[in-house]
């Protein structure tokens, strides 16, 4: 294992992190806030910190990466990035401990949303960007962005970047994967700012319009305001995230095809066309329940519908509504599609879209062989035809999280929590939704989560992020031999 390789890598991570933390601090002295010293002393704390790193390993530079040391370096780059990402919530004395610091920040960066803070309104005007800020950067991924800046880091780049953005493929839409990190982030800043336009004429102000785009795009969740997007009462609002949360839910690539002119392409994807179908057909239940038995009007049972739907669906976890209030029926669809996420390549959580669709038509080619014993499938997706292999992968991955929720979710109901609150919140958590059930519900918060259970909800987020294998092959034995 080539630990000063990995070293070096993680310091550069933290240096570009530092960067981030620096736009925080120019925020709060733009806003007169209390935090600028706790920000800045942030800021120089990880600069130095990752500064340090490159300068005892700067020569182990250009040596080449493989797949073992790509795993270590992108899970222990999340951590430490989530370590130092707390630092500002401790200085600035938001938190009571060091565990919901980190528990903040992890969800931060994870872009799940869960949070411990039961007032953000209280929180001071620096912190508050820089808590959405971890989630702008968490959604395409600080390896992501590092491959884009720096060429010295294309050694061993596709290995980072299969191990930080997993999924059944990893497509390049330019031959370097330097300049398919690259890509990537133009398209993502590019929506972003797109978002804040839309969000400033929206009714937002400047500072709010910037936060919640920053946390809309990236699918992640937090608000500037106790009550979310509820907060703002305003219907346009509302359908303007939904916008937002939706795109942030596709596959980045396909923008990419779509700027190349190559329309058809995109809206020929299969997989997006799935993403679209389970949208509308979960928003028409749910409407037509809310319209039934919660609210007189069709406009508002639409709206509320659309919002959560996507919201959950997306996985970033805003809300409009206290759907603990809405019909048993309506939970439970939100329950499920949390399961879903975003499309493979979005900031979306979940198991993605395309592993779920190709189940389904694995299930119907076994119903088929059933009645034509004789007949000769294959599976193909956008007319590539999909090996055993890979379709037997997809099982495994969904086993395996199914397996982790079990696993995690006993290991909450250990801690003294009720049945509902363990599952939903390890379920949210997992699949980096945020808001749960029971007490964790889009009107609660993560306080009360005993100390142990947060720490369990930590893994999960971290695990749920980065798809499980990347974290969890380091606790194979067969990782450490050589």
Not at 47 to 75: C, D, N, P, W
Not at 297 to 316: E, W
Not at 447 to 473: D, H, N, Q
């Amino acid at each position: 294992m080539n630990y000063k390789t990995i070293i070096n890598i993680v310091g550069t991570a933290l240096i570009i992190l530092s960067i981030f933390m620096l736009l925080s601090v120019f925020v709060s002295i733009l806003n007169h806030s209390s935090d600028t010293f706790a920000l800045g002393l942030s800021f120089f704390l990880t600069l130095f910190s990752g500064t340090v790193m490159l300068s005892i390993t700067k020569q182990y530079t250009h040596e080449e990466l493989m797949y073992r040391e790509a795993f270590m370096t992108v899970t222990f780059t999340w951590i430490v990035i989530t370590f130092f990402g707390c630092l500002p919530y401790i200085f600035t004395g938001s938190v009571v401990s060091f565990t919901d610091a980190f528990f903040e920040s992890m969800s931060g960066f994870t872009t799940t949303g869960a949070s411990i803070f039961m007032d953000v309104e209280k929180l001071p005007a620096g912190l508050l960007f820089w808590r959405s800020m971890t989630q702008w950067i968490g959604g395409m991924g600080i390896i992501v962005f590092a491959l884009a800046i720096l060429p010295i880091m294309g050694t061993g780049g596709m290995q980072l970047f299969k191990a930080e953005v997993p999924g059944i493929t990893v497509d390049k839409l330019r031959p370097s994967i330097i300049g398919t990190a690259k890509a990537l982030w133009f398209i993502y800043i590019g929506i972003t700012g797109i978002i804040v336009v839309l969000y400033y004429f929206g009714g937002m102000d400047i500072y709010d319009a910037f936060c919640h785009a920053f946390t809309t795009i990236s699918t992640g969740g937090f608000s500037t305001k106790n009550a979310s997007i509820a907060h703002f009462n305003n219907p346009l609002l509302d359908y303007i995230s939904s916008l937002g949360m939706f795109l942030g839910g596709i596959n980045f690539a396909l923008y990419f095809y779509l700027l190349k002119g190559t329309i058809r392409k995109f809206f020929k994807n299969a997989e997006f066309r799935f993403y679209c179908c389970i949208i509308t057909i979960t928003v028409i239940l749910i409407t037509i329940d809310l319209w039934l038995y919660v609210y007189s009007s069709f406009s508002d049972s639409l709206r509320y519908a659309i919002f959560q739907v996507v919201s959950m669906m997306t996985t970033t976890g805003y809300a409009t509504a206290n759907y603990l209030n809405w019909s048993a029926f309506s939970q439970l669809i939100l329950l499920i599609i949390m399961f879903f996420g975003g499309m493979t390549g979005s900031t979306g959580g979940g198991i993605k879209h395309v592993r779920i669709y190709l189940m389904i038509k694995q299930i119907y080619r076994e119903f088929y062989q059933l009645i034509h014993p004789r007949a000769v499938l294959v599976l193909k997706l956008d007319e590539k035809i999909l090996t055993k292999e890979l379709l037997g992968s997809i099982w495994g991955f969904v086993f395996l999280a199914i397996f982790v929720c079990i696993i995690a979710s006993i290991a909450m109901t250990s801690t003294g929590m009720d049945l509902i609150t363990s599952v939903s919140t390890v379920i949210s958590t997992m699949n980096n939704v945020g808001p749960a059930m029971g007490e964790a519900g889009p009107v609660g918060n993560y306080s009360s989560i005993p100390i142990a259970g947060k720490w369990i909800l930590i893994f999960c987020m971290l695990v749920g992020r980065l798809e499980y294998y990347t974290v969890l092959i380091l606790v194979t034995p067969a990782f450490w031999k050589k």
